[in-house]
């Protein structure tokens, strides 16, 4: 389907983009990989005035790690971000997480700040950064300021950037040593969104879980921490009883959306399936770290 008319505008440097943004405000949006931006044109559920297309602002793109952190260019496309050293070493769950987007194709074109600007709660990024309490860094006329995932997602694709700012870049904390990781979803087929999926982090110190961190994706309209689940799972051994009893309380207070994939009660038992096989994976994972 065409798309509908748009004035486009393609900046080179981040100023650009941001005076754009400025002029134009809720008239205007940006387009980064398009992989989720040129569908909603095409269907006519977004109608932009204006299209800032941000592909030609190089200084958007990259991974640099310092002091704990990794910290991802907006622009930077999934494929680079998941065969990235530097994500490999410092932030394995994101690692874990990338490949389970959609398809090579989809990858080779999307962005990790394209993504977590979209918000969409069924993606595997949202619930990842919500799992690690990333910090989105966007910057604006006003200037620059860091929000934390706990505040990004502040609904169904709804973020808290302002119209007059744009996502710059994505900070993850690196992991510590013993940390063991795990992507769990359930989708239809290959490459579709995850009907449900949690994102899970351990860190296991002499055998004990002294930091957990569990994220759902597809469960609300928002990724979803499960800290009931968390604080049960620290200062425990890793057993099939824990991780039982983590599932119960992690999907305890749930209500999953319904849709023609599947009702909000069988979510609920899948999500609950996942946690235990995610915590299964990544104590497995831990354990062989610290071998
Ligand atoms: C067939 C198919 C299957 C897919 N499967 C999955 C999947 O399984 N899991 C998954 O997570 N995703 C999936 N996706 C989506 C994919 O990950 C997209 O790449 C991603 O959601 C959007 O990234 P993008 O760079 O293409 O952004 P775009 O489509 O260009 O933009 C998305 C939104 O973010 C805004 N935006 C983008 N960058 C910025 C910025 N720097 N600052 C401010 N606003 C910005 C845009 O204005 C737009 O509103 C799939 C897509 C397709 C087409």
Redesign the pocket.
């Known amino acids: 389907m065409k798309l509908p008319p748009f004035v486009y505008e393609a900046p080179t440097t981040i100023a650009e983009a941001i005076d754009l943004l400025a002029e134009h405000l809720d008239e205007a949006?940006?387009?980064?990989?398009?992989?989720?931006?040129?569908?909603?044109l095409a269907l006519r559920l977004?109608r932009p005035a204006v299209l800032i297309d941000?592909n030609g602002i190089a200084e958007?793109s990259g991974v640099s790690a310092a002091n704990g952190w990794v910290a991802i260019g907006?622009?930077t496309?999934?494929y680079m971000a998941e065969e990235s050293g530097a994500v490999a070493d410092a932030v394995p769950l994101l690692a874990a997480a990338l490949p389970?987007?959609?398809?090579e194709a989809?990858?080779s074109?999307?962005?990790?700040?394209?993504?977590l600007?979209?918000?969409?709660p069924?993606?595997?990024?949202?619930a990842v950064a919500r799992a690690l309490d990333a910090g989105f860094v966007?910057r604006g006329p006003a200037g620059e300021r860091v929000i934390p995932a706990a505040q990004w997602f502040e609904g169904y694709?709804t973020t808290a950037?302002r119209p007059d700012?744009?996502?710059?870049e994505v900070r993850f904390p690196a992991a510590g040593r013993g940390t063991g990781v795990s992507f769990a979803e359930v989708?239809r087929r290959h490459?579709?969104?995850?009907m449900v999926g949690v994102a899970v982090s351990l860190l296991l110190s002499g055998g004990v879980i002294s930091d957990a961190r569990l994220a759902f994706?597809g469960v609300s309209d928002v990724p979803v921490r499960a800290t009931a689940a968390e604080d049960l799972l620290v200062g425990e051994r890793p057993s099939a009883d824990l991780f039982e009893e983590a599932a119960r309380r992690a999907t305890d207070g749930i209500d999953p959306p319904a849709d023609l994939h599947g009702s909000s009660d069988y979510r609920k038992t899948v999500a609950a399936a996942i946690v235990r096989r995610g915590l299964r994976a990544a104590a497995d994972n831990a354990a062989r770290g610290s071998d």
Do not use: C, K, Y
């Open positions: 949006s940006v387009l980064a990989g398009g992989q989720s931006l040129i569908p909603l977004a941000i958007l907006a622009m496309r999934e389970l987007i959609g398809h989809i990858r074109r999307g962005t990790i700040g394209g993504s600007a979209h918000a969409d069924a993606a595997e990024l949202p966007v694709l950037r700012e744009l996502l710059v989708a490459g579709d969104f995850a994706a």
